[in-house]
């Protein structure tokens, strides 16, 4: 499986972005998906993940209220939607697929990355 990470770029602190995480081949439908960020020095962290069926979403506290993750098995994407953007969110974000169908926290749960993408906000 081959993930592909896009929408990420330059905003304004209070504005949005929208990133998208393409996978490749026919079994996306099971997956649960997740998305995690990287900043300046930082380790990942873990920001939300969806079930396969996107019946449980679960969002880091820091980004509760502000981002949706959402998934289109039609489409074979995963979403994160990103609004009233602050600066401490600025980093670089990964999305990432586990087999196994659920959302886990924990990035040893994941077996698949995508490349990433720079997001940076500006105070």
């Known amino acids: 499986v081959q993930l592909q990470a896009s929408g990420g770029g330059l905003v304004q602190a209070g504005g949005s972005l929208r990133l998208s995480c393409t996978a490749s081949?026919?079994?996306?439908?099971?997956?649960?998906m997740g998305w995690f960020r990287q900043g300046p020095g930082k380790e990942r962290e873990f920001v939300a993940a969806?079930?396969?069926?996107?019946?449980?979403?679960s969002y880091a506290e820091s980004v509760k209220g502000r981002f949706i993750i959402s998934k289109d098995n039609a489409k074979n994407t995963v979403y994160l939607q990103m609004n009233s953007l602050k600066a401490e969110d600025t980093a670089v974000y990964y999305c990432?697929?586990?087999?196994?169908?659920?959302?886990?926290?924990?990035?040893?749960?994941?077996?698949?990355w995508g490349q990433g993408t720079l997001v940076t906000v500006s105070s």
């Open positions: 081949g026919n079994t996306f439908r099971s997956y649960g």
């Open positions: 969806i079930s396969w069926s996107g019946g449980t979403i």
């Open positions: 990432a697929a586990n087999p196994r169908g659920w959302g886990p926290r924990a990035t040893s749960e994941y077996d698949y």
